[in-house]
């Protein structure tokens, strides 16, 4: 019998999805990354909505060189591709975010750090070399809140990205079905144990987190409780989970430095519009006021263009990411961004536009779904 030869590295953002499964092992954590809210028809619409987009290619413009740089925010980046805030990497890996910020640095590009990450924030900037946000949910002891903010500004974030669609967690039937709880390995490091501990009590029929998202998660916030969070913080503020042209007129009111367009993959309210549906109608909102960023069923860099084509300054990436750090750690991650890049610089030069400023409305069009 001939031996195997050796294996051909990923081609694609999808091969990274079927390393982590392999690697993951667990079937329950494997649902807890994969999974959303109910029948899961909105992480479904995601990935549709980028079916209907046909790219508008120029010809005979000098793409010798596509050039994928940009800003948000003041931080230069290499890339406009991002980490989307996901909780617990731990789950993934050993080294978990730490390991994420090392692979989003070699890469380039922006790292948002969830509030239920599972390494310490320190540990955390002490291993990134790119730009770090950290993200927050409106918790009902608002003194833990700004304790975690000034805690990531002193390690040096540059952004508060409030999640502002999770008044209460999705009803996610995976993980309720399995009876997820967090194992004692793994915990939320840069809160008090005390104020997650039912995120580690599993019981038949409930997802833990969810109890732990309903002790925790203040669900009265409204517009006005924003100025008592820029009264804690001189980081910029960023909301993500705007899928309105109302919200999206309110945040500019509001103060907002910029908005993420964002149905949080899926996870949350199960028949939500589409990210991508909802990305022109909130960019044209906004106008020139604040940047949009953009995340919800991202796969490559063609959805990213797409994205980018249709009003977003920034795309993030939740599921692939883990999926590369599961595979490979720090190098997965790196791998997976710059795949992503690379298929965004190549889309760029099949359409003639060398640059981010030339991708405009012009490029793409996003057909209604019959």
Not at 78 to 87: D, Q, R
């Amino acid at each position: 019998m001939t031996a195997p030869g050796p294996q051909a590295p990923p081609a694609s953002v999808e091969d990274y999805r079927h390393a982590a499964r392999l690697r993951l092992g667990d079937d329950r954590v494997w649902d807890f990354i994969e999974g959303g809210a109910e029948t899961e028809r909105t992480v479904a619409a995601n990935r549709r909505a980028f079916g209907r987009v046909t790219l508008r290619p120029r010809v005979l413009v000098d793409v010798s060189h596509c050039r994928t740089g940009t800003e948000v925010l003041g931080s230069r980046l290499g890339t406009p591709l991002g980490v989307a805030p996901t909780a617990y990497h731990r789950l993934a890996h050993p080294e978990g975010e730490v390991a994420t910020a090392r692979g989003a640095g070699a890469a380039g590009a922006l790292y948002v750090v969830s509030i239920y990450a599972s390494r310490t924030l320190e540990d955390i900037a002490a291993a990134a070399t790119g730009p770090l946000w950290i993200q927050v949910y409106w918790l009902r002891r608002r003194e833990v809140l700004a304790g975690l903010v000034a805690r990531a500004a002193a390690a040096g974030c540059r952004a508060v990205v409030l999640t502002v669609d999770a008044p209460r967690l999705g009803r996610r039937h995976r993980d309720a079905r399995n009876g997820f709880a967090l194992g004692p390995g793994i915990r939320a490091a840069n809160l008090d144990p005390a104020e997650t501990a039912s995120a580690h009590r599993s019981g038949a029929g409930r997802s833990a987190l969810a109890a732990h998202a309903a002790e925790a998660v203040d669900p009265s916030v409204t517009w006005s409780d924003l100025a008592w969070l820029r009264a804690r913080s001189d980081l910029p503020l960023v909301l993500k989970g705007i899928l309105t042209a109302e919200d999206a007129a309110l945040a500019v009111r509001h103060g907002a430095d910029a908005v993420i367009v964002s149905n949080h993959g899926g996870r949350q309210l199960d028949g939500a519009a589409a990210s991508l549906d909802a990305l022109a109608e909130v960019a044209d909102a906004v106008g020139d006021a604040c940047p949009v960023l953009f995340d919800g069923g991202v796969r490559g860099g063609t959805d990213a263009f797409a994205a980018l084509a249709l009003g977003a300054r920034a795309v993030l990436l939740g599921r692939p990411v883990l999926w590369g750090l599961a595979a490979d750690g720090a190098a997965g991650v790196a791998a997976v961004l710059d795949l992503a890049t690379e298929e965004l610089a190549h889309t760029m030069a099949l359409t003639g536009r060398p640059d981010l400023a030339s991708i405009d409305r012009s490029a793409a069009v996003l057909r209604t779904e019959a």
